[in-house]
């Protein structure tokens, strides 16, 4: 569980066993294992470093005894120049903490470079990391979250963002409910950034609703949003939708009341440089 691997795909077929290199392990702050089940992203190495970022989130929602786990999940960012052959692990990461939960707003916020690794990166002269991970876990934001889906990335160099939508299982896997968190970070350092044009958190909350995806839309001003797909019921009390986000409404569809609704919130967009913007 919780292994990536590289393999050399130039080589022959014969030889694919031996090129094959562990790349990473990912295990929490207590040593359990976690499972990789959402899709990886690969963006390019920052800073002109050779090889990759290799994007993902842990935790899976397979079978009926998963509903329950409460070991906590990670998301990562972990670098590989594809020619080391050692496996990297979390002790190797630069660890930004999650925290400030808000119940009013149902926000929270990931820490901020000056407050991890001496406020290096974890590529800058004196670090000796390979990457960044945040691990699940805050006072008051529950327990039992974990990532599924692909990570979003936005943006361009080392000012991408990447955006994770994280899950907390409902009781019953044949209704509708839980939670989704989207949370929002700068790709490559793993430091917080802001993303919401509402609020300064960068991590915000839908509560009783399934997430079922997120996507990025331009209006016709040239704003950016953030969406999540979400389904709800609608013969039941309204979710708890953070304020950082405006409900779009949704359709109910079948006899169970199901319903599908958007939710989104507009992205944050730094004014223009005015002053040594060379």
């Known amino acids: 569980l919780g292994n990536i691997w590289r393999f050399d795909v130039a080589e022959s077929e014969s030889n694919c066993s031996s090129n094959a290199v562990k790349v990473f392990t990912a295990k929490n702050s207590s040593g359990a294992n976690q499972a990789i089940t959402g899709e990886l992203t690969v963006i390019k190495a920052p800073n002109n470093l050779p090889g990759y970022m290799i994007l993902f989130g842990t935790g899976r929602y397979n079978t009926v005894a998963d509903i329950s786990n409460t070991d906590i999940q990670s998301l990562y960012g972990v670098y590989d120049n594809t020619s080391a052959t050692n496996s990297l692990t979390r002790a190797n990461l ?20 000056a407050d991890a690794n001496g406020g290096k990166t974890w590529w800058d002269t004196g670090s000796t990391a390979k990457g960044w991970v945040i691990d699940l876990t805050c006072t008051g934001c529950g327990s039992g979250e974990r990532m599924l889906d692909k990570p979003l990335v936005n943006g361009t160099g080392n000012d991408q963002t ?30 917080y950034t802001q993303i919401f044009n509402a609020d300064t958190a960068n991590s915000a909350q839908a509560s009783g609703v399934t997430p079922r995806g997120l996507f990025i839309s331009t209006n016709a001003s040239g704003d950016d949003f953030i969406n999540l797909t979400v389904n709800d019921n609608s013969n039941s009390s309204n979710p708890d939708i953070s304020s950082v986000f405006t409900d779009g409404g949704g359709q109910t569809v079948g006899s169970d009341y199901s319903r599908t609704r958007d939710i989104s919130s507009e992205l944050y967009k730094p004014p223009p440089c005015t002053v040594n913007c060379g």
């Open 94 to 113: 630069v660890n930004y903490l999650l925290g400030s939960y808000d119940a009013a707003k149902l926000t929270r916020q990931t820490a901020k470079q």
């Open 162 to 191: 990447v955006y994770f939508l994280s899950i907390a299982p409902g009781v019953d896997v044949c209704k509708v409910g839980g939670s989704g968190w989207l949370t929002g970070i700068n790709a490559t350092s793993g430091a």
